[in-house]
T-cell receptor, first 116, second 117 residues
């Protein structure tokens, strides 16, 4: 079983709604990630948090707002999304020791988002 | 720039056959890391293996084996005696070593493996 937990597993929201995706890990990892995956495509990196600070934002539209309240939690706040934002959103975490880019990234089960 | 190529979009074999998934990568770094992940229909990306660029030893784990060859920039994955439960999308991924912090993975497009009973 994955040690990265995401909620909810499924979410349907309207274009005017505000919702949040939540992610939690208890592996002591200090790097956390959000990826977006469209059908039949590989995951695409959205955001990276290192030591609870946003370190990478891959030019993601402002309707996606990440938040890292503490070292175990990662949120993705959603507002005024478009139907093309419908996708699988994957949270992940990894250690930050040594050559951190070589540390294994562990993924959660994902949140399936549908924007109507 | 780094790049991962999985030329096989879909492979279909009959159960108990051996199958090899190809992965070719490009990077300018001398230190890098290669990964394989399995993604069943449920969506979770399951980590299978990590290999460092300075360790060319091949690895075997049960029915799974990996062949890393720096000379051809390839990191191929073989499943021996395939089973229906092996059906999934498999991603090869690369992370370069020059970054000072966490920088995520570059994924190939994935290979959809179908094991028929």
């Amino acid at each position: 079983d994955t040690e990265v937990t995401q909620t909810p597993k499924h979410l349907v929201m309207g274009m005017t709604n505000k919702k949040s995706l939540k992610c939690e890990q208890h592996m002591g990892h200090r790097a956390m990630y959000w990826y977006k995956q469209k059908a039949k495509k590989p995951p695409e990196l959205m955001f990276v948090y290192s030591y609870e600070k946003l370190s990478i934002n891959e030019s993601v539209p402002s309707r996606f707002s990440p938040e890292c309240p503490n070292s175990s939690l990662l949120n993705l706040h959603l507002h005024a999304l478009q139907p093309e934002d419908s996708a699988l959103y994957l949270c992940a975490s990894s250690r930050l020791v040594g050559r951190s880019s070589g540390n294994t990234i562990y993924f959660g089960e994902g949140s399936w988002l549908t924007v109507v | 720039a780094q790049k991962v190529t999985q030329a096989q979009t879909e492979i279909s074999v009959v159960e108990k056959e051996d199958v090899t998934l190809d992965c070719v990568y490009e990077t300018r770094d001398t230190t890098y890391y290669l990964f394989w992940y399995k993604q069943p229909p449920s969506g979770e990306l399951v980590f299978l293996i990590r290999r460092n660029s300075f360790d060319e030893q091949n690895e075997i784990s049960g029915r799974y084996s990996w062949n890393f060859q720096k000379s051809t920039s390839s990191f191929n994955f073989t499943i021996t005696a395939s089973q229906v439960v092996d059906s999934a999308v498999y991603f090869c991924a690369l992370s370069e070593g020059s970054g000072g912090g966490a920088d995520g993975l570059t994924f190939g497009k994935g290979t959809h493996l179908i094991i028929q009973p």
